[in-house]
């Protein structure tokens, strides 16, 4: 069975980053309230995606497309903002990477660990999670494998696969640390969209070559184009043209529905995809100056990397008690449980970031007061 799931990565934990100087320096790092909101929408199309899957499989159109769209959309803020924190000149990799893995590691470690227990002492309660002493350190490591008892590279944290996305894409932009913003982005391009062309024209089988042979890092690409513009100035100019962009999402968006399981509308579902993530950065980075503060928004954009980790468990503790209750003998229970799952979800994650994540970020970045933006992260089929 195909998995929704999603990955992480939106704004500067701090307010240091190398820019321009090839050394980390205290710069002042603006505060997007569009990305949160963007996050938060992104994280409860995933949530939305994974609630009502589990309930009801995967197979549905809307449910898969939602997850997906959430993947894409998390993957072109990651790509805004990678450029966004680095400026226009070259910068310290290693002070790059250490952020990145003091922004990832330690919760991704918990849940995987958490995953791995709960896989080798009660696996009833996973469908394909197969604990291996293998597994889990590859997964640890972000080592792109093929899993045990299944025919995908995924971790054993299953939606994990778009964390290690995320890693793949960090590397590839530290690699290039010590170009210009523009030669970096041109040369990641090309990178990137080879492999895709690789993929088309290999279609490997073996699933680590697929998984980096896929598209989904174009979405990356996309997201670098547009915190490349960004540098040069905000979009509040281009406020007359919004309708094009509004536009753009909206076809982007119908496109994404074309899928039927062959490879060519599979591309061009996913060219809609980007095309619709790419449209809704654009329109509300143009819309930024005029965007109310919603708090809960904000909240939820923050606790989103908490979200994307823990959400499944929340989903399977609620689905647990719904059958030892209530059952699932009427359609309005399956509806009923997929919404308290939402909700639940949502709240544990809220929890997650205030006592666990916030703190252990804090004390990794020298107890100093952190600007309370987590990772994006997403959802989508991996096949």
């Known amino acids: 069975m195909a998995m929704l799931c999603t990955a992480p990565d939106a704004l500067p934990v701090d307010g240091t980053m190398a820019s321009g100087t090839g050394k980390a320096q205290e710069i002042k790092v ?21 609630a009502f899957s589990y309930q009801i499989g995967v197979d549905n159109l809307i449910i898969v497309t939602a997850g997906r769209l959430g993947v894409v959309l998390f993957f072109v803020i990651s ?10 000149g070259p910068f310290s990799a290693a002070t790059f990477l250490k952020r990145r893995a003091i922004r990832i ?13 709960l896989a080798a002492l009660a696996p009833s309660l996973f469908q394909k999670t197969v604990f291996t002493w293998p597994h889990y350190l590859q997964s640890l490591l972000f080592i792109v494998h093929e899993a045990p008892g299944r025919d995908s590279a995924s971790p054993i944290l299953s939606l994990g696969w778009t964390l290690n996305y995320e890693v793949f894409f960090y590397i590839a932009f530290a690699v290039f640390a010590f170009l210009s913003v523009t030669s970096r982005v041109f040369v990641l391009t090309v990178f990137f969209i ?22 989904s890092p174009v979405a990356f690409v996309i997201g670098m184009w547009i915190g490349r513009r960004y540098l040069d100035g905000d979009f509040t100019s281009d406020i007359r043209h919004a309708w094009v962009f509004g ?9 994404s529905f074309v899928d039927d399981g062959t490879p060519l509308l599979g591309q ?25 503060h919603w708090s809960l928004l904000e909240q939820l954009g923050d606790a989103s990397y908490a979200l994307y980790l823990s959400h499944i468990f929340v989903i399977g503790a609620v689905a647990y008690l719904a059958r030892r209750t209530v059952g699932y003998e009427h359609p309005t229970t399956v509806l009923l449980v997929s919404v308290v799952s939402i909700v639940a979800a949502c709240l544990v994650s809220l929890v997650i970031y205030q006592m666990i994540e916030k703190p252990i970020l804090q004390t990794l970045n020298g107890k100093r007061k952190t600007r309370n933006t987590p990772l994006p992260h997403i959802a989508t089929e991996n096949k």
């Open 105 to 117: 590691i330690p919760l991704y470690w918990l849940f995987t660990s958490l995953a791995a227990v």
């Open 268 to 292: 061009i579902s996913f060219a809609g995809q980007a095309m619709w993530a790419a449209g809704l950065l654009h329109l509300s980075l143009i819309l930024e100056p005029k965007l109310k």
């Open 247 to 255: 536009v753009m999402t909206a076809a982007g968006g119908v496109l």
């Open 30 to 50: 603006k505060k997007f309230y569009s990305i949160q909101y963007l996050r938060a929408c992104a994280a409860l199309l995933v949530l939305f995606a994974h």
């Open 79 to 88: 790509g805004f903002i990678m450029v966004h924190i680095t400026g226009d």
């Open 194 to 215: 080879a492999m895709w062309i690789a993929g088309l024209w290999l279609a490997p089988t073996n699933p680590v070559i697929q998984f980096y042979l896929n598209p």
